[in-house]
């Protein structure tokens, strides 16, 4: 096997973008282009104002701008780059099917097959084609079938590379990651291939992290990992609705349990519920697989995790709405936070969309502040749901650029995403200008609730 001296990823998202962005900083001597048939997202990654890249992850512009034009590249010209690489990462979406078979519960791997014929079309070499999308166990099976029936005599090895970074913590989780898992053939071929990827992730990362295994047990691996991260959130945020009928204290309970060090301390926090562009979808996709090979028990069981995180949601918009008298029609509601998480500007699966959706249900009046969310993608999001037309989410829905502004004059205050800025406001200026009672329903327990009571706030709290 030759050595790897040009890479072409295809798919310049929340995924594509930072990891290759980082294998090109610690790896100069690659040539890595990353393609997308998005022309606005290339032309962000290209934007000379580094701070205008279309992903914000805490120290990525910084990456970006060490690589960009060295050995990092951003295009539009997917045959080209296709052309040109030794190695090739498909790092395109893969979201939950929204028609025919499977609607609802499957990926839909149309943009994997696209890719996997264009790079069947345009190849003239031999290359590895490495899996970075997230993929239903034994997808490589078709992306197999479609390379390897080309009749160009070119050879491809198939590689699944699941990618396992949080957003919000992407570079440092790229750069020092708990695990790289690469999964190839057993042939002679399928070792030389899986050997190439190890070699260029050893550049940086200890070869005792970098796990081989077979293809499948990759593909499957990832989309458990993410049930069982998934899992611990649901198992917390059912706990914490018995919490508020006992008076036992959710953030107490998560601590005792995860001193045992057969539990851990991490992913115990009670929230609104987790969203994300992949926690549901990748659960979803377990079950429609377990599903399709008649597995109704192991179904039912990972499904309860989605099931219990949807009650969650909805149960906090209720909660307002009781709260509030059993009405929120015509009063004004703020909201901190849209992103489904701190220190992203994605807000795919974001709970906020789904207790909005609520709120608006009710005839509440929505004010929106995101520090990094811009209003186009709040009134797309709801917009999404199909729950009402564009004219009523823009009349239910104003955005601020200011919190105190979107506080001004409203019933209650709902807190969303947990973005650290939020603690550290002037609570009691926002006290003053709130209609009273003030209430504030921290979704993600992260202000001071003590501080809040004494300057006067109703405070509602998760679990507790
Ligand atoms: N977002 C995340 O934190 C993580 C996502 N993943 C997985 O990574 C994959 C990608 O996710 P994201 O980057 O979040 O998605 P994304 O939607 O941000 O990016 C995908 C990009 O692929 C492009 N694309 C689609 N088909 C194409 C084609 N045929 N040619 C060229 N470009 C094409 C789209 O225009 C889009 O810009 C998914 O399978 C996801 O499950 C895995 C780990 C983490
Ligand atoms: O496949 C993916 O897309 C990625 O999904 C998650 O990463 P991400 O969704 O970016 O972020 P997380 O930190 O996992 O948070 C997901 C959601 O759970 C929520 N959460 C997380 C942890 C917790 O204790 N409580 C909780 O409510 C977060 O607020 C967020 O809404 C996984 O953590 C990554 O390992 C995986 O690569």
Redesign the pocket.
């Given at each position: 096997m030759k050595n790897i001296t040009k890479i072409c990823c295809i798919g310049a998202g929340y995924v594509g973008g930072p990891t290759m962005a980082v294998v090109a900083k610690q790896c100069p001597n690659i040539k890595v282009t990353i393609v997308d048939l998005n022309e606005a997202r290339i032309a962000a990654w290209n934007d000379p104002d580094v701070n205008n890249i279309p992903v914000y992850e805490p120290g990525l512009s910084e990456v970006v701008a060490e690589a960009r034009g060295r050995n990092l590249f951003f295009s539009t010209d997917v045959d080209k780059a296709i052309d040109e690489a030794d190695m090739i990462f498909i790092s395109v979406n893969t979201p939950t099917k929204t028609y025919g078979a499977g609607k609802g519960m499957g990926a839909d791997l149309k943009w994997i097959e696209l890719c996997a014929r264009q790079i069947a079309r345009v190849s003239k070499s031999d290359k590895i084609v490495v899996e970075k999308s997230?993929l239903p166990v034994r997808t490589a099976e078709a992306v197999k079938d479609i390379l390897h029936n080309t009749g160009s005599g070119v050879k491809f090895q198939i590689l699944s590379n699941p990618?396992?970074?949080?957003?919000?913590t992407a570079v440092q989780d790229l750069l020092a990651p708990d695990r790289v898992l690469i999964g190839g053939d057993d042939s002679i071929e399928g070792k030389e291939a899986i050997q190439a990827l190890v070699d260029i992730y050893a550049q940086w990362i200890p070869l005792d992290r970098i796990l081989t295994t077979n293809v499948w047990s990759s593909e499957l691996s990832?989309l458990v990992?993410?049930a069982f991260?998934a899992q611990?959130?649901s198992s917390?945020n059912a706990i914490s609705e018995l919490c508020e009928k006992t008076e036992a204290n959710i953030n107490e309970v998560s601590r005792a349990i995860g001193t045992d060090s057969r539990i851990g301390p991490?992913?115990?926090?009670?929230?609104v519920?987790?969203?994300?562009?992949?926690?549901q979808k990748?659960i979803l996709n377990l079950v429609y697989i377990s599903r399709s090979f008649g597995l109704s028990e192991v179904a039912d069981y990972w499904e309860q995790v989605i099931i219990m995180n949807d009650h969650q949601k909805k149960r906090f918009a209720l909660n307002i709405v009781r709260s509030l008298y059993n009405t929120v029609s015509g009063k004004k509601i703020a909201f901190l936070g849209w992103a489904?998480?701190k220190d992203t500007n994605d807000t795919r699966e974001s709970?906020a969309i789904y207790v909005a959706d609520e709120l608006l249900n009710e005839q509440a009046s929505i004010q929106i502040y995101d520090p990094k969310v811009v209003e186009k993608q709040i009134y797309g999001d709801l917009d999404y749901l199909e729950t009402r037309s564009a004219e009523l989410n823009k009349s239910g829905v104003t955005v601020f650029n200011d919190p105190y502004e979107a506080c001004n004059d409203a019933h209650a205050i709902a807190v969303l995403t947990?973005w650290d800025e939020f603690k550290d406001y002037d609570w009691k200026r926002i006290y003053d200008s709130m209609l009273k009672p003030a209430k504030i329903f921290d979704g993600r327990n992260i202000l001071d609730h003590k501080l809040l009571k004494e300057i006067g706030f109703k405070v509602y709290g998760i679990g507790m």
């Amino acid at each position: 096997m030759k050595n790897i001296t040009k890479i072409c990823c295809i798919g310049a998202g929340y995924v594509g973008g930072p990891t290759m962005a980082v294998v090109a900083k610690q790896c100069p001597n690659i040539k890595v282009t990353i393609v997308d048939l998005n022309e606005a997202r290339i032309a962000a990654w290209n934007d000379p104002d580094v701070n205008n890249i279309p992903v914000y992850e805490p120290g990525l512009s910084e990456v970006v701008a060490e690589a960009r034009g060295r050995n990092l590249f951003f295009s539009t010209d997917v045959d080209k780059a296709i052309d040109e690489a030794d190695m090739i990462f498909i790092s395109v979406n893969t979201p939950t099917k929204t028609y025919g078979a499977g609607k609802g519960m499957g990926a839909d791997l149309k943009w994997i097959e696209l890719c996997a014929r264009q790079i069947a079309r345009v190849s003239k070499s031999d290359k590895i084609v490495v899996e970075k999308s997230t993929l239903p166990v034994r997808t490589a099976e078709a992306v197999k079938d479609i390379l390897h029936n080309t009749g160009s005599g070119v050879k491809f090895q198939i590689l699944s590379n699941p990618e396992f970074l949080a957003e919000g913590t992407a570079v440092q989780d790229l750069l020092a990651p708990d695990r790289v898992l690469i999964g190839g053939d057993d042939s002679i071929e399928g070792k030389e291939a899986i050997q190439a990827l190890v070699d260029i992730y050893a550049q940086w990362i200890p070869l005792d992290r970098i796990l081989t295994t077979n293809v499948w047990s990759s593909e499957l691996s990832k989309l458990v990992a993410n049930a069982f991260l998934a899992q611990r959130i649901s198992s917390i945020n059912a706990i914490s609705e018995l919490c508020e009928k006992t008076e036992a204290n959710i953030n107490e309970v998560s601590r005792a349990i995860g001193t045992d060090s057969r539990i851990g301390p991490k992913f115990l926090k009670a929230s609104v519920g987790f969203g994300g562009s992949c926690f549901q979808k990748d659960i979803l996709n377990l079950v429609y697989i377990s599903r399709s090979f008649g597995l109704s028990e192991v179904a039912d069981y990972w499904e309860q995790v989605i099931i219990m995180n949807d009650h969650q949601k909805k149960r906090f918009a209720l909660n307002i709405v009781r709260s509030l008298y059993n009405t929120v029609s015509g009063k004004k509601i703020a909201f901190l936070g849209w992103a489904f998480k701190k220190d992203t500007n994605d807000t795919r699966e974001s709970a906020a969309i789904y207790v909005a959706d609520e709120l608006l249900n009710e005839q509440a009046s929505i004010q929106i502040y995101d520090p990094k969310v811009v209003e186009k993608q709040i009134y797309g999001d709801l917009d999404y749901l199909e729950t009402r037309s564009a004219e009523l989410n823009k009349s239910g829905v104003t955005v601020f650029n200011d919190p105190y502004e979107a506080c001004n004059d409203a019933h209650a205050i709902a807190v969303l995403t947990e973005w650290d800025e939020f603690k550290d406001y002037d609570w009691k200026r926002i006290y003053d200008s709130m209609l009273k009672p003030a209430k504030i329903f921290d979704g993600r327990n992260i202000l001071d609730h003590k501080l809040l009571k004494e300057i006067g706030f109703k405070v509602y709290g998760i679990g507790m």
